[in-house]
């Protein structure tokens, strides 16, 4: 399953499908487990957030073809199955994915983004609708797993969606663990009892203890363990050769990083790029470590680890990824303590 960092710790690699073309994401991917990340996540984007970093792959496809090149736990993190996707098709192309590559997938579900849900032009709703839209989907989606691996047809007639009876013919001898992306205390309680594992981007570490919080409040009202199960971190950060160069990689690259408000109406590349003329330097402070030094970076991945995530995957944010794969390889993974 990879290799691990500390006891209870992985720490993986977040091939970035916004940024690299589909086999250059399956190279680093590659290249990455060879030098000590535990595993991968992948977007599931039809676009990319700014025109500058140029790609967005089908992320089911390079999945697969990352399954074929490494050997540890890879995921969605996260897919949407809400807009673009009846969650029946999410599940088969998720129920497919572990049975070819057994015990190593994962579900990481969110409630979607306009970015990436309103090219099928359906109307855009406030999020509270979007939340129950993803639980309702994870109703169906558990229902699939589990009817299917008893041999058993499911329905389903919801608010958002419906289901005639039918069953997922290609399963997987265990379903696939399902993860929430989650950046709010309602919607973390829920998780807790719903999902198999919660899933969130870097945030002040006050912000993520309180979900950590309602999570283990909702998983204990289900009778789960909240200790047993997977808490999941996605780590933006920049580093370079230089604090100059980490920054400029920063700004160009991913400027909405330092984009200091909700993001999930925006509808356009072209309209984040806009927005991106607004982000300075000063923007990233408290969101995104910037810097070239490995031990700033390490001390500040060891504050989640502190706080009790147990998957970490991190994206270094530039271009540079195998000259940031060796360096990390080498100087932090190795140097976090769990």
């Not at 074929?68 to 969605?76: F, H, I, K, N, Y």
């Not at 990436?116 to 309702?136: D, K, Q, S, T």
């Amino acid at each position: 399953m990879g290799q691990v960092t500390a006891s209870g710790l992985t720490v993986g690699y977040a091939a970035m499908l916004e940024q690299f073309a589909p086999m250059e994401a399956v190279e680093l991917s590659a290249y990455a487990e060879a030098h000590g990340f535990s595993g991968v996540m992948a977007a599931d984007h039809f676009q990319p957030w700014v025109p500058a970093q140029g790609q967005a792959a089908f992320v089911w496809n390079v999945l697969t073809a990352i399954g074929e090149r490494t050997v540890g736990d890879m995921g969605p993190g996260v897919t949407a199955p809400t807009f673009r996707w009846h969650p029946a098709m999410v599940a088969q192309a998720s129920a497919t994915l572990a049975a070819m590559y057994p015990g190593r997938h994962w579900l990481g579900l969110g409630s979607g983004e306009a970015l990436n849900e309103h090219v099928v032009a359906g109307y855009w709703p406030e999020a509270p609708e979007r939340i129950n839209r993803m639980f309702e989907a994870i109703e169906i989606i558990r229902k699939l797993f589990t009817a299917s691996l008893a041999g058993k047809d499911v329905k389903h007639a919801g608010t958002f969606y419906k289901l005639e009876s039918t069953r997922l013919w290609t399963m997987p001898a265990v379903a696939p663990e399902i993860l929430v992306a989650t950046a709010g205390p309602v919607t973390a309680k829920r998780a807790g009892r719903l999902a198999d594992g919660l899933i969130t981007v870097g945030a002040p570490l006050e912000k993520i203890s309180g979900l950590f919080g309602k999570f283990a409040e909702g998983a204990r009202e289900a009778g789960k363990d909240p200790d047993t199960l997977p808490t999941v971190l996605q780590l933006h950060l920049s580093w370079a050769d230089t604090d100059e160069q980490a920054m400029a990689n920063a700004l160009h690259e991913w400027p909405n990083g330092g984009m200091r408000f909700p993001k999930a109406d925006i509808r356009s590349p072209w309209d984040f790029e806009q927005m991106a003329k607004l982000v300075r330097p000063e923007d990233f402070a408290g969101r995104m470590v910037v810097s070239a030094d490995p031990d700033v970076h390490r001390a500040e991945i060891q504050k989640y680890v502190d706080l009790g995530f147990n998957r970490i995957y991190l994206h270094n944010v530039g271009r540079n990824q195998r000259e940031w794969i060796d360096v990390f390889g080498e100087q932090v993974l190795p140097a976090l303590v769990r």
